[in-house]
């Protein structure tokens, strides 16, 4: 990996830490003005712990509340294209999970307060700064992308494939400018609140991993990796529309058109 690219990941990851601490003050914030998206957030925490109160009726682990949820989607004559579906449901569902503590024990409550928030928290895949535009299921790259990431690691053309997951993982944690190194970002004087959580960017990471390991070639260009990323936010779309259809009913429109894509 060239020393400068090296550089360029310790001087972004360094900035991290500041960033969760600001993203984690500001939804305090906007939670406190926004009365109305906080008695959302409350009724579809309430509902939630109803339709999850039908398969977890007492403590269970990690593994067990995720098969409890899974063979629960596939029974229920609710759902439809639960063949499609279930699968998606079942992935946003250990994704929630692996953010809470492993040895942790869940009842209703607790499933749902963690899958609520995690589906609230991954919903800002599509918010991330000069990546694309659209909500998740409509979301498309920007020109933007391409440039703000072949600024990065400028002057080298391709990035290693092998990097390219710890690379949006920076891009992502450190919002607009701020993924130059401290020397470029003099003229930066970009201000407003975080536009996502932490958690969409451990995702991306996540799922740059699993792409990488089947790219054949050693090295993506810059419009590679912005393709890589849209796929990253279908992906959430899809496992958030399947969540949502699965545990809360409202969702069959998208979910048997985005089936019949496939």
């Not at 607790?110 to 700064?129: H, K, N, W």
Request: glycine content about 2%.
């Amino acid at each position: 990996m060239p020393v400068a690219f090296t550089l360029l990941l310790r001087a972004m990851k360094c900035q991290a830490q500041l960033v969760i601490a600001v993203a984690a003050v500001s939804s305090v914030a906007q939670a406190r003005l926004s009365r109305h998206l906080l008695d959302d957030a409350l009724d579809d925490l309430a509902k939630c712990t109803r339709v999850a109160s039908k398969f977890l009726t007492a403590p269970v682990s990690r593994e067990v509340a995720v098969e409890k949820a899974f063979t629960y989607c596939t029974t229920d004559s609710q759902v439809k294209e639960s063949k499609y579906v279930c699968p998606h449901f079942k992935e946003g569902v250990e994704r929630a999970l692996e953010h809470q503590d492993y040895d942790k024990q869940y009842d209703a409550a607790e499933f749902c307060e963690a899958t609520e928030q995690y589906m609230l928290d991954i919903r800002g895949a599509s918010r991330v700064p000069r990546t694309g535009t659209g909500a998740l299921l409509d979301f498309k790259i920007s020109n933007q992308c391409e440039d703000a990431v072949a600024s990065a690691f400028r002057p080298q053309e391709k990035l290693e494939s092998s990097a390219v997951p710890d690379f949006w993982y920076a891009m992502c944690m450190n919002q607009d400018c701020a993924h130059f190194l401290q020397s470029r970002t003099k003229w930066c004087n970009v201000q407003r609140a975080p536009t996502h959580s932490y958690v969409v960017c451990e995702a991306v990471r996540r799922f740059a991993m699993d792409e990488v390991e089947v790219h054949e070639e050693k090295t993506m260009t810059p419009k590679q990796i912005c393709e890589l990323y849209g796929e990253f936010v279908k992906e959430m779309g899809i496992d958030v529309d399947s969540y949502e259809h699965a545990i809360h009913h409202d969702t069959a429109k998208r979910v048997k058109e985005h089936s019949q894509k496939k």
